[in-house]
């Protein structure tokens, strides 16, 4: 006697294999667009903070700010970042220098479809903790 039910199935099926490995596929491609630009992200506000600090103590313009912090930006080969085009000043008193970052990472995540990171916070010396 056979017993031929679907009811008496155990294990995964091929199909449900299958969709879980595309699943995962997607979000480890999800995770790579991702990532790197929160990971730049923290990166990039470090060094604002520890430049904004020394130009703060050293009673820095915004021009000299901008410049060392693309001084530093460059011995970091971080060639693409333009800080002028990242920051936007809110105090532009020497000695009291205070920023916002505004701008976005795009990456490709297939075809035409790009994930796109927008970043937008207040930068202050205490962020170099």
């Not at 790579?32 to 604002?48: E, M, R």
């Amino acid at each position: 006697m056979r017993c031929s039910t679907f009811g008496q199935q155990r294990g995964a099926s091929v199909t449900s294999i299958v969709l879980f490995i595309i699943a995962l596929g997607l979000l480890a491609k999800l995770a790579i667009g991702i990532i790197p630009a929160y990971v730049g992200d923290y990166q990039f506000t470090k060094l604002v903070a520890q430049e904004l600090k020394e130009a703060n103590e050293a009673k820095q313009t915004d021009k000299q700010f901008l410049n060392s912090l693309s001084q530093q930006l460059s011995i970091n080969a971080n060639y693409d970042s333009k800080p002028e085009e990242m920051l936007i000043f809110t105090n532009k008193t020497p000695g009291a220098l205070a920023v916002k970052s505004q701008y976005e990472v795009e990456s490709n995540f297939y075809g035409g479809t790009y994930i796109v990171n927008r970043f937008e916070k207040e930068i202050t010396a205490k962020d170099t903790k």
